[in-house]
Every structure is written in C-alpha cells, then in structure tokens.
C-alpha cells in the first residue's frame, strides 16, 4: 500500500553558494536511503538565486526529481524526492 | 571642471546601475567561477568570464587605437611576488565570503546579510593593511619581476597582436562551446539573464567606463579611503602620519576639461571617489532594483553563526589580497586581464590554488567531519 511520503524541511535562506549546496547535499546524503524508497522527500527553501540553479542539478545528478516553485513571498522551494523503488 | 566632474559621476553611476541588475539577474559570481572549477568540477562561469575577457580586450584595444583611453589603464604597475601572494589570499577570501568584492555589492543589493558582513571585513581589513603598507612598499620592490607593466611592453609586441591572437584561440574554443550548447544553463529563476549575454553587456559597460574615468571597473581603494574617514573621527594625527593616506597615485583626465584631477586612498573626495563611489553606488542600488522588481528582495537572515565568521574572515583576507596585489579581482580579470597586464596574470594564477583552498575550508565548516 502506497503512504504519503513524510516531509523534510530544510530553511537555509539567507544561506549563498557553496554553503547552500553543501547544506542541501548532507542533508540528502544523511536521507539517501529514505529518499530512495520514497517515503520522505525534502523541502528546500532558498532565497540564493544561484542555488535554484544549482540545487536541482545535484539532485538530478543523484538521481532524484526535483521541482522547482517561486513563492509568492518571494523565495524559492525546490521539492527533491524519488519514485518508490 | 564642476560640470565634468557631475558628467563623469553621472555615467559611472548610470554603468553601475546597469552592471548591478545586470550581476544580479545572471548571478554573475565570479567567486563561484573559480570555486567551482574545485568543489564540484565545474567549469560553466568560466566560460562567459573568457568571453568577457576577449570581448573587453577587443573593445579596449579599439578605444586605444582611437586614442579614448591610455593603455596601460593608470593603477597597473609592475608585477611583484606580492601580486601572486594577493591571488591567494584573494581566492581564499572570496570563497570564504561567498563573493568577490562585485559579487559582495550586488548580493547586498539583493539584501543578503552575509554580503555585508563580508563588506564590514573587507573595510577593517583594509584599515589594517594601511598600518603595515609602509613596510610592505620596499620589500615589493626588492620582489619585482620586471618593470615591464603588460606582456605587450615585455615582449615589445603591439597590443594588437596579442589582442588578435587571444581573439583567434579565445574565438574559437567559445565557438565550440556556443555549438554544443555549454556557453547556456537551464534556470528555473525569475528573470534569469543567460550569462554569456551578461558577459557581452558587462564588456561593453567596461569600455563605457574606461572611456568616461580613464579606468575599467574598481572599487577596493574605496575602502581604503573610508578607514581612513572612521579613523579620522578618533585618530586624525594618526591619519595624516601614514604614507598610504597622503600618496596621491592617481591622475585622471576629465572629459571636456584641460585639468586633471588626482586621486588616493587619503580621507577627501578626490579623482579615486569620483571612479570608484557612484560605481559602488550604483552596483548594490542596481541589483536592489533587479531584486524588488522580481518581487525577491528580502532582508536575508537565520545563517549559522559559522558562516558568518567565515564571510567576515573572507572580507579581511578579500582587503589584504588586494591591497598586495594591488587591485581586486574584477580589476583584474575585467580590466587588467584584457590588456594583458602581467600583474592580473599572476593574480589569477594565486586565485586558483587560494579558490581551492577556500573550498576546502568552506566544505570543513559546513560538512565538518562528514567532508570526504
């Protein structure tokens, strides 16, 4: 039976690059396993314009989906998450 | 000689404007450039950073020929062991800071915390600098290379030449690159201006600049010269005593004037406020309008107290490396690069092993043991 995926937010606005990248990555390292069977994705919300760029690569590169939103306060979230295995 | 001065501070600050929208729509980091090439093996910014450095090369060598701007721009002097020592504490530094001395002024536009932590460092480090310059002047000129200023005056071969010879390697890799589509990324940000059409447009406010103040792109003696005004409020005997505030290096012809205006780190508005100030001016007002017509603009906040530290180190190392050198790494690679000086090409080669070590370092703070 299919569960909703549990919900990680990360807020690292205010962060820049590389920071914001290195930040994003551990947390996607420490969640790989979680990540991959599908049952949690990460929320990343950004406000460095180089990291919506630069986000979603990596976790391309990983692997993982990654949708990107611009919020109406004006930052960004990137969703990172995985089909179920 | 009033008109020209408001002539002239009129169009730097209109350049700045544009370069500071400009920055900020196509995130044009050139502390990312270098630190990327490390840290994730990407060499994407470099490749608009080359076009920038070949188009300016060309545009300043045409203005050379028509006789518009001196080549040799004023400030370039001889290439020293300090110019090599500057790049590495310079890479370092931008690393640390999360952006080189532009890359500071248009994220503060955009209203990042951390950029202005980073500025606050790079003006007390250049407060500090000032009291060991004296010392630093005779060793530099035991430690130069050659009096020759650029490549063209070391090997006696025209401007021109090396202008087309670049245009010919430089064309023709930035071609390959245009075919195979790498000179473009993919970004999902409002607003997003590729980089290689900020490379173009960037090249262009460079000859503006240099056409209108006799100079590309420079901002770091400012700094300088507001140390020297806090210090003066407390110290002001202090001031006067120190050699770096008194020398007056600079001699800038005004347009439409038969005086010239001369300039120096000292505490007074003279011809290096009248470069540098509506430059600076414009730049953060101009990423700030780019940011708040994009609806972004926000007072960033919440960083680990680490990262904080590490901007304000940066900004210290940032201030340091280019009073060594001297010049910051936009004059360099935008201004100094382009006209072949050798001191920006030493500058460069310290960049790359001190953006290393940054990335390294950058890694450790925000990885700690995790870091591979």
Redesign the interface.
């Known amino acids: 039976m299919m569960t909703a995926p549990e919900e990680t937010v990360l807020d690292i606005r205010g962060q820049v690059c590389p920071s914001s990248l290195l930040t994003t990555l551990k947390v996607l390292n420490q969640n790989a396993e979680s990540l991959r069977r599908g049952s949690i994705r990460v929320r990343v919300l950004t406000d460095s314009r180089d990291a919506v760029v630069t986000i979603p690569n990596a976790a391309l590169n990983m692997g993982f989906k990654a949708q990107v939103e611009k919020l109406p306060e004006g930052h960004y979230e990137v969703v990172i998450s995985h089909e179920a295995d | 000689m009033t008109l020209s001065v408001i002539f002239v501070a009129t169009a730097l600050l209109l350049v700045g404007l544009a370069a500071g929208f400009i920055l ?1 729509r196509s ?1 044009f ?1 050139m502390a ?1 450039a270098f ?2 090439l490390f ?2 093996r990407s060499t994407f910014m470099l490749r608009p950073l080359l076009l920038l450095v070949i188009v300016a090369a060309v545009l300043f060598e045409i203005e050379r020929q028509i006789g518009l701007v001196r080549s040799p721009f004023p400030f370039f002097g001889a290439p020293t062991l300090f110019s090599l020592i500057g790049g590495i504490l310079f890479g370092l530094g931008m ?1 640390l800071s ?2 080189c001395v532009i890359g500071i002024l248009y ?1 503060l536009g ?6 202005l932590i980073a500025l606050v460092g790079m003006v007390l480090g250049s407060g500090l600098y000032a009291e060991m310059h004296q010392y630093v002047v005779p060793l530099a000129r035991k430690l130069t290379f050659t009096r020759s200023i650029t490549l063209p005056q070391l090997t006696g071969v025209s401007p021109l030449w090396w202008v087309l010879g670049s245009l010919l390697f430089g064309g023709s890799l930035l071609w390959r690159w245009q075919q195979s589509g790498q000179l473009r ?6 607003g ?1 201006l590729q980089p290689w059409r900020a490379a173009l447009l960037l090249a262009v406010l460079l000859a503006v600049s240099a056409a209108v103040a006799g100079v590309p792109f420079g901002v770091t003696t400012s700094y300088l010269k507001w140390m020297a005004w806090i210090e003066q409020l407390w110290f002001p005997a202090h001031v006067a005593s120190l050699p770096i505030y008194n020398a007056q290096p600079v001699q800038m012809s005004l347009p439409f004037a038969a005086d010239t205006l001369s300039g120096g780190a000292g505490p007074s508005f003279d011809a290096v406020a009248l470069m540098q100030f509506p430059l600076i001016g414009g730049i953060i007002l101009g990423a700030a309008f780019s940011s708040w017509r ?5 007072w ?5 107290f680490s ?1 904080m530290m590490a901007a304000f180190a940066g900004g210290l190392l940032m201030a340091f490396g280019s009073r060594l050198t001297p010049g910051c790494n936009v004059w360099h690679l935008w201004g100094g690069l382009p006209i072949f000086a050798l001191q920006s090409i030493l500058f460069v080669v310290g960049l790359l092993p001190g953006a290393w070590l940054g ?1 390294r370092v ?2 450790w ?3 700690g043991k ?1 870091m591979k």
């Open positions: 900020h995130d980091c990312g630190r990327d840290l994730f690393v999360g952006g994220k955009g209203g990042s915390r951390l950029a990324r993919t970004s999902l940000v409002a997003y994009l609806r972004e603009w926000s960033h906040g919440q960083v680990p990262q990335g950058v890694s703070i925000v990885l995790e």
